[in-house]
């Protein structure tokens, strides 16, 4: 019920972002509709279709403003307005088209204009230039429009050809110089890569031994906090893995024992009906040295596990100096009383030497304190920032185009409301679709008194 809940949530949501004037643009506004990301929001209400009710309106509204957005040659133009500034979407005709087309064969459109833009694929595969996550995408394309199509297997046997082994791990991956469609680099493009690659295979029916290893990348892949590094990631590494799993609940008859040093923790039944639902088993603290984690399986299922470990580490061998962003909060005073004002001054910095396009900065509001909100509004009438949004735990910001040359400082007030003796929460700036590309504010200790 909660899941269905949140994606009745998020369906009503996504319907604020349709522009007036056809497609979908980033801030739900009057602002014309972007291509790509129209594509991605078809993407995402056909996926939303297989669990919740969806108005199929939406979506054919969406593929006749795409059709009549595409050129004479079947291409589509890049776009350059995704934050404002982002080219990474829209690259070159060649990605943009094989993305909407990848978008729009996956609800089944079958116009004069997706040949169209299957032929301009085949004939521009060339200006790729050994870009893995572009070619990739066209593989995407081209395997729903005809997955026995020279063009088709030909391009998937130059992406097995270019498969990276790591013999030891037995995984396979597709690493990428570059940004993607979604912006991501480093760990999160090698992750969207290899997912994409590997759905191309599933789909085209092909390198069985390849796919193997693509999966095990992903598995690997996976964060401690249960996603693959980015939003972007987290959602091809989820798609890849449910389109490889297909129907191998059906005859999911299995429990498994979990033992952590020898002792029973839980014991878990898998069965066709609770087969695709994850388990999170907490085996408490444990202390310093070596322990031996063990599952006892009895009976048969496909099932993946994971296991996290979690501790924390002193500040001082942590840091916030010197990464690809630098976040400073100070506060005017660290000892009030209760009703007193205090001002926080911030300082938000870009270090790397190229622009970056959305960060996402998350000041921690100390326990005990209200925030004054006036100067986040006043930031974004002024375009300083996109949009922030304010919880009883922290502010979040979200800034469009970063400089090194152009540092963000901005002063906010917040009211002390109780006595009391605590450290501040984390404060964080991170790129949002790489967000190991970030920077961390030491907490500080503040005091309030009754008087």
């Known amino acids: 019920m909660k899941a269905e809940g949140l994606v009745n949530i998020g369906y009503q949501r996504l319907l604020n972002f349709e522009s007036p004037s056809g497609g979908f643009n980033w801030w739900g506004n009057t602002e014309p509709g972007g291509m790509l990301l129209t594509g991605f ?78 032929k301009f694929i085949k004939n521009n595969l060339k200006e790729a230039k050994g870009d893995l996550y572009t070619l990739a995408l066209c593989a995407n394309a081209l395997v729903l429009w005809n997955k026995d199509a020279k063009v088709t297997v030909d391009l998937l046997k130059e992406l097995y050809d270019k498969r990276v082994e790591d013999s030891k791990e037995k995984t396979v991956s597709w690493p990428t110089a570059g940004d993607t469609a979604m912006y991501s680099r480093g760990d999160a493009a090698a992750i ?21 290893g693509g999966l095990a990348f992903l598995v690997k892949s996976k964060g401690a906090y249960g996603n693959w590094n980015s939003t972007q990631a987290t959602i091809l590494a989820l798609k890849t893995m449910l389109l490889a799993m297909g129907g191998v609940g059906k005859d999911a008859d299995m429990s498994v024992a979990v033992l952590v040093d020898g002792k029973e923790i839980a014991r878990e039944a898998f069965n066709p009906e609770n087969s695709d639902v994850m388990r999170i088993i907490d085996a408490g603290i444990v202390g310093p040295g070596d322990h031996r984690v063990e599952l006892k399986a009895a009976g048969r299922a496909n099932v993946m596990y994971q296991v996290v470990g979690r501790h924390y580490r002193p500040w001082r061998e942590v840091g916030g100096k010197g990464g690809p ?74 800034l469009g185009e970063m400089r090194p040359d152009k540092p963000l400082d901005f002063k906010y007030k917040l009211r002390a409301k109780f006595p009391i003796r605590a450290k501040t929460p984390q404060s964080v700036a991170y790129e949002y679709y790489t967000p190991s590309s970030r920077g961390v504010q030491e907490p500080v200790l503040l005091t309030v008194t009754k008087e």
């Open 41 to 118: 929001g078809i993407q995402q209400f056909e996926d939303m279709s297989k669990v919740h009710e969806v108005d199929r309106g939406i979506i054919e509204r969406s593929k006749r403003w795409l059709a009549q957005k595409q050129n004479p040659d079947g291409s589509w133009n890049p776009t350059t307005h995704l934050h404002g500034y982002n080219m990474a979407l829209g690259a070159s005709k060649l990605r943009t088209t094989a993305y909407i087309l990848w978008s729009i064969l996956q609800v089944g459109d079958q116009g004069k204009h997706v040949d169209k833009a299957a």
């Open 192 to 212: 969207e890569t290899t997912a994409l690659v590997t759905m191309a295979f599933i789909k085209g029916d092909r390198y069985t031994t390849a796919v193997n």
């Open 325 to 398: 962003l630098t976040v400073e909060l100070e506060y005017d005073r660290r000892e009030l009383k209760v009703d007193d004002l205090i001002t926080a001054k911030v300082h938000v910095k870009y270090n790397l030497n190229r622009p970056t396009f959305m960060v996402i900065v998350d000041l921690g509001i100390p326990p005990g304190f209200q925030v004054i909100p006036d100067e986040f509004a006043t930031l974004v009438s002024q375009n300083k920032i996109k949009r922030y949004s304010l919880t009883g735990r922290q502010i979040t910001l979200y």
